[in-house]
């Protein structure tokens, strides 16, 4: 088995397409803390927000409608917590801030419950996307294709902004010293609430990109957020580099050790993140220094 | 450091004729709650301890509670051990490997303290999960209760039961409060208001933070003990994150770093649980909600609510109170 290219190749696009999917997660958790340090708990419940928009949206407007306008929807939710429970707690201290949006997340919970009930909703794929594609040697699906091809340009989109334009800058200096960045006349606060937005817009487009692939259940916010928060400890918080290695590494560790240590698999990624922690505290690839 | 205030006297006093009266009044479904109060009550006793005292916030004690219920299970199911050696060894159990998490994640601290926490608790759940010997999803059931019958004590009868449970709360709190006066204990306290201090004083910071997070993981392995008994069944969901997170919530609602709180806590946790539940299926956004109040308005829990407002009756109480135990 593990001789044949053809099992190579296949789990490779596998760790690629889940580590993309954690990358639209995890980018926009980390910049967040990066810029506000805020822990936002309930990120994973936006991601499942997404999924679930996305899911009904697809019923009236086909597949595209709800992928497009699920981030816009996930958006309008984000800036409302914003406006309602983030800002203030901003400066409260990690403890408040990982009690407060523990609660989000109970709420989240109930909330899609009772708007959806528990049984998980299917979505179909778009048409155009629908099928197997051969590619070295080995025939893959085109939707997960997809996947991958949508999280390298959301990263080709996302570097360039943070590296060649005014705004990037912008939020470079806020990372870097957001004191210092507002007395050079940089609105920090606009600045902070630009970044949530964004975050959460890119939590909705990765619900609604995950939702064919994956069964929409309520509880599919809580599952992805524990992976999500290793990608970005191990990647080191607040830096985009740190969130793509992260994901990469979380990715291929997974589904190489699904495959090649079955017994260890489960372990295996809590094992290595233990081992970041205890030899770089701060990650990979941190923000700062 | 923790003292002893008079309030918290006569609130203790009240709690343990209380639940005396009640363990001795209630009906079975009354009896089987309050073992469950009791169980989360030496949990958030334990989180307490270091998040509370020493500021270290831990996602990981459902686990290390699930690690002695499990460890239990097994020492008695398979070992063929009696009910008292497998509750001691798996008392050890989740205390060496609190140790080894806290000498690991010493040198974490806010955030990364919390993720590192979780992250161990994860790891375990996993390999509980994982692993053929555990039964895997479906969980292990038959853990023994203590055979006490040559003391003329039925622990199978669920009166007897639940009060062996308070006694263990009891046990529990004397050892929390023992280990918070005790050299150790202050220490723990410093050391949340000012690290940099007392390693320049000449203290083994890792090992206190270590020492201080193994009693306060023995304490969680005695919940699992006890919860692995009052069901005589145990899931992985017990080692879950969640499970972590809601000890966490009790010690916030009752009031942190005040030992006396998080007991409160639990027990009108426990209670709006099932009272909330047999209402509506959603009790847990309730729960949520009232968890983000709490938060946002500041309050202290409900029993530092209750400090707070007997500390502006009196002024000059006010000022002696430190705040060195919030």
Redesign the interface.
Known sequence: MTTDLGFWVLQTLNALQLSMLLFLLSVGLTVI?GLMHF?NLAHGSLYAFGAYIAATLSGTLGYWGGFLLAPVAVAALGAGLYFS?IR??RR?????Q???T??????A???T??VWGDLPIGIAMPAILDGQIALLGVDYPLYRLFIIALGLAILAVLTLVLTRTQVGAMIRAGVDNDQMAACLGINVERMFFLVFVVGCALAGLAGAVAAPVLSVTPDMG?QIL?PT??VI?IGG?GSLRGAVAGSLIFGFVQTFGAVLLP?FS??LI??L??AV??TR??GLLPAKG | MFTHTPLRLATLALLAAASLTYALAAGFFGLEILAEIAILAILVIALDLV?GFGGM?SLCHGALMGVGAYAFTVAANDAGLTALPAMILAVALSTALAFAIGA??A??T???F???T???G??AY??V??SPLFGGDDGLSGAPRPDMTALGIDLSDSRTFAIYALLLVALAYAIATATLRSGLGRSLVCLHHNEKRLRALGLTVWRAKATAFAISGALAGVAGCLAAQHTQYVSPGLLS??VS?EA??VV?LGGLGTLIGPILGAILFVILKHEISSIT??W??I??????AV??SRAQGVFGFIEARMAARKPQAQIKKVKADA
């Open positions: 803390f822990v429970l203030s707690q409260a201290g990690p403890m408040a990982v009690l407060v523990f609660g989000l997340i109970f709420v919970v109930d909330a419950r009772l809580l524990i928060l290793i400890v918080l017994t489960a372990v809590y094992a993140l233990a922690l205890v505290p701060e | 998040a916030v690991v994640c040198r974490s806010g955030i990364y919390i993720m590192a979780l992250a161990f994860q790891m996993s390999f999960f994982q994150w969640t997170g966490l919530v916030i299926p959603y847990h956004a729960v949520g909600l009232i968890l983000i938060v946002m």
